[in-house]
């Protein structure tokens, strides 16, 4: 599988899938269709799907242009069918579809959104997260509470480590800076925010993560790390209440 991604709009990742054998060509999300297309036809890839991860705008606003520049079809979550103009298939929590020869499960992964789905393709080691795992972050509480999220979380870190992670938003940086303020002597964390800083000041995407680099590094997985703990003065705190303030503090950096 071919992955190409590129951003769109100030921070929005695209992202485009092709499968040089069977010639499939997947989207996930679809933030900006008049970038999309013409990637598209700078690959000379065809269209054939939309994997929608949520409702909001910022990752929806593409589906109509594409849908009559290339009769894809799209695909998202059940539970926010109402919600997205275009949708062709709905799906719940741990259907399995195929499209060519790709094997993709839903997995539902509501915070952020109510509805929000994470897919995964287990074959491939890929898991699409949109704005509910982010790189060394998870997306705001519009539509969850802090323990919906951290079970949305605590499936995707479940996931086998080298699974490889593709998230909605360059956030990386930004977050990477907020977790050092309450991880600092990780130094895994720290060697990869270097890492990080080089490839923004060239312009270049983060991602891929991957879920044991998430599991290191992220704070919002880390809520049991007793250093963290230490740091927040949370020690014996319940994990949804040391995710909540973590969640708390970062809305606030
Ligand atoms: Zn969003
Ligand atoms: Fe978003």
């Given at each position: 599988m071919l992955v190409e991604q590129f951003l769109c709009q100030t921070d929005n990742i695209s992202i485009l899938l092709h499968n040089e054998i069977d010639k499939t060509t997947i989207a996930?999300?679809?933030?900006d269709g008049a970038t999309i297309a013409s990637k598209l036809n700078e690959m000379r890839w065809n269209l054939d799907f939309i994997l929608i991860t949520h409702h909001h705008n910022d990752h929806t606003e593409g589906i109509s242009v594409l849908k009559e520049k290339t009769g894809t079809q799209i695909i998202g979550p059940k539970a926010e069918e109402d919600r997205?103009?275009?949708?062709d298939y709905a799906v719940n929590d741990t259907d399995v579809f195929h499209i060519g020869r790709c094997k993709i499960k839903a997995i539902t992964t509501p915070g952020?959104?109510?509805?929000a789905i994470s897919y995964y393709m287990p074959e491939e080691k890929l898991v699409f997260s949109g704005d509910t795992l982010f790189s060394l972050g998870c997306g705001r509480l519009f539509e969850g509470t802090p323990a919906a999220m951290l079970s949305s979380l605590q499936k995707l870190s479940?996931?086998?480590?080298?699974t490889k992670i593709y998230c909605g938003h360059e956030y990386t940086e930004r977050n990477g800076q907020f977790a050092l303020t309450i991880d600092k002597n990780n130094h895994t964390l720290q060697r990869r925010m270097h890492n990080v800083v080089t490839l923004r000041r060239q312009?270049?995407?983060?991602?891929?993560?991957?879920i044991a680099l998430e599991r290191a590094t992220n704070p919002f997985l880390r809520y049991t790390d007793i250093s963290i703990r230490k740091n927040l003065n949370m020690?014996?705190?319940s994990d949804e209440i040391v995710f909540a303030e973590l969640r708390k503090r970062k809305d606030n950096f």
């Open positions: 996930i999300d679809a933030p997205i103009q275009g949708l952020h959104t109510a509805g479940k996931l086998p480590d080298n312009s270049r995407i983060t991602l891929p993560s991957t020690v014996d705190a």
